[in-house]
């Protein structure tokens, strides 16, 4: 055991620093923390104006509140990449410390160029919004990386000296808009001759959609939840590991949704809300057994450290019993703590993906959103009852573990005495 | 005053950390200025601050962080594992008391 901790510590540690402390994923990873208010809010507004209840479809389609709630979607999450292509950039520039908003300008720009659109009239959304998405990561990640590409070649005008700092600032950045521009039209050119027509569809059917029917299937998912419990087991925070699935799901959640929105069945088992599912109460499923120390434990230790997690379990914060037990490095506890998330995780893919639990519509949930609401939310009443059944599964799963540890530290704490 | 922040991947669990070790600073009669942050505030509060803890589930990020902000090393530390569990904010206000003041000498 002590072997497996220190082998976990010297592979996974490594690994999870270098892509929190990759640049790119760091910036992508903000993105989407500082647009996740717009993404939620996108989602709501579809599920406010699609939700499908006969009295809440008359009201709102009888008072003109659906066309007001498909106006906040359509401009909020139907064009996500359009956000994506102008905070990526910024992020993304600071890193580099090369100027950010002349780096989203120019990003924003050559996104543009890339999209196929009706000339002097539209922009037609098509390639905004989730489809659109990893054009935008890319060149969000791309157009950055070329610029500070050519601040280090020192391919610029200067200025003499005394030029005032704005004008010098105008002219810096207009060799790398001048050269990002004439690359994104002869790649915009180039791609219009293919049989796929742009870019963006391109990069949809060859990146996004094999990388989504990848990333979105159990093993992968199922694979991704195991990381992140083994680091937090480590005691590293395993939120680095999935950000790096956050643009996969995220796109799962925003497909359900338009599907939601068309009247069509629902595409996806996995999107981001589906998380839901794999942690009540925080890594390691430990909701059941906040209320185990709370009421069972024997040791007053436990005990007041059960009073103390109780309410941020809820919440699916649980760092007070990682650390306060420990569940870190324990042994004995390493069974659960371990097996339930791979329980909770299969369990809810197998009752999405046999119907009995309906698919999940996309709406994006934010991680602290209370157990049992944050399952009414992502789907209905149905997921709760799925969420009921989690709990108790992984109650039952901690109690003879709890029952060990609390029998050591109370015979710990007597014989102190 | 001191002014000491905690921080971790979200600021949420520093944060209950926070209330416990207001209640024991006012208990102590020691003038605090204490907050929870998140990780990527780090860099605007660093300057200013007298002592930043940090959670110990970003324990292995520290010496990152140390080399990060060379001037500002020597008050940056983690929260011991079990104190930080069992919420005890009497002890690790002290031991980021000791801290400054070892620091100020």
């Known amino acids: 055991m002590e072997r497996l901790i220190t082998s976990l510590q010297k592979w996974l540690m490594p690994v999870a620093d270098k892509i929190s402390n990759n640049k790119f994923m760091n910036s992508l990873g903000q993105t989407f923390q500082l647009l996740l208010p717009i993404i939620m809010i996108g989602s709501f507004a579809c599920l406010g104006a699609f939700l499908d209840i006969p009295v809440w479809q008359s009201f709102v389609t009888s008072t003109g509140l659906q066309v007001i709630l498909m106006t906040i979607q359509s401009l909020t999450l139907s064009i996500i990449a359009l956000y994506v292509v102008i905070v990526l950039p910024i992020q993304y520039a600071g890193k580099l410390e090369i100027n950010p908003v002349s780096a989203a300008v120019i990003s924003l720009m050559a996104f543009l160029i890339l999209t196929p659109h009706d000339l002097y009239t539209a922009i037609p959304t098509q390639w905004l919004g989730y489809s659109g998405l990893f054009g935008a990561m890319i060149v969000g990640g791309l157009v950055p990386r070329f610029i500070k590409f050519l601040i280090n070649r020192k391919i610029y005008v200067r200025m003499p000296k005394g030029v005032p700092s704005i004008v010098e600032d105008s002219f810096a950045s207009l060799v790398p808009s001048l050269l990002t521009m004439i690359i994104v039209v002869i790649i915009a050119w180039i791609f219009s001759t293919t049989s796929l027509g742009s870019f963006h569809n391109i990069i949809y059917t060859l990146i996004q959609t094999p990388m989504q029917g990848f990333g979105l299937s159990l093993p992968a998912y199922l694979i991704m939840q195991i990381i992140c419990t083994l680091l937090m087991f480590c005691g590293i925070h395993g939120n680095t590991v999935f950000a790096v699935f956050t643009p996969l799901t995220m796109a799962a959640g925003a497909e359900n949704l338009a599907a939601l929105a068309a009247g069509e069945p629902l595409p996806n088992i996995i999107t981001s809300s589906f998380s839901v599912f794999c942690q009540p109460g925080g890594i390691g499923c430990t909701f059941g057994l906040a209320f185990l120390l709370t009421f069972l434990a024997k040791s007053k230790r436990l005990r007041t450290l059960g009073k103390l997690s109780v309410i941020p379990a809820i919440f699916g914060i649980n760092e007070p019993m990682i650390f306060g037990i420990p569940i870190l490095l324990n042994p004995l506890l390493f069974i659960p703590y371990l097996l339930n998330p791979i329980i909770c995780t299969v369990v809810s893919y197998i009752s999405i993906a046999t119907g009995i639990v309906p698919r999940l519509s996309g709406t994006e949930i934010n991680w602290t959103m209370p157990q049992f609401v944050s399952g009414f939310l992502a789907q209905g009443p149905q997921a709760v009852v799925l969420q009921i059944v989690l709990v108790a599964i992984t109650t039952i799963i901690w109690l003879p573990f709890f029952k060990i540890v609390d029998k050591q530290i109370s015979t710990e704490e007597i014989e102190n005495q | ?105």
Do not use: W
């Open chain 2, 1 to 105: 005053m001191y002014k000491i922040a905690l921080v971790c991947e979200h600021g949420a669990s520093t944060g209950l950390c926070v209330r416990k070790m207001v209640d024991a600073s006012l208990e102590l009669g020691t003038e605090c200025d204490i907050a929870a942050y998140s990780l990527s505030k780090l860099e605007n509060i660093v300057g200013e601050m007298d002592c930043v803890l940090f959670g110990p589930q970003i324990s292995f990020k520290l010496d990152k962080f140390k080399k990060a902000y060379t001037d500002h090393a020597a008050k940056m530390t983690v929260i011991n594992s079990m104190d930080f569990g069992m919420m005890n904010g009497d002890k690790i206000l002290k031991d980021a008391i000791k801290l400054i003041e070892k620091n100020h000498q």
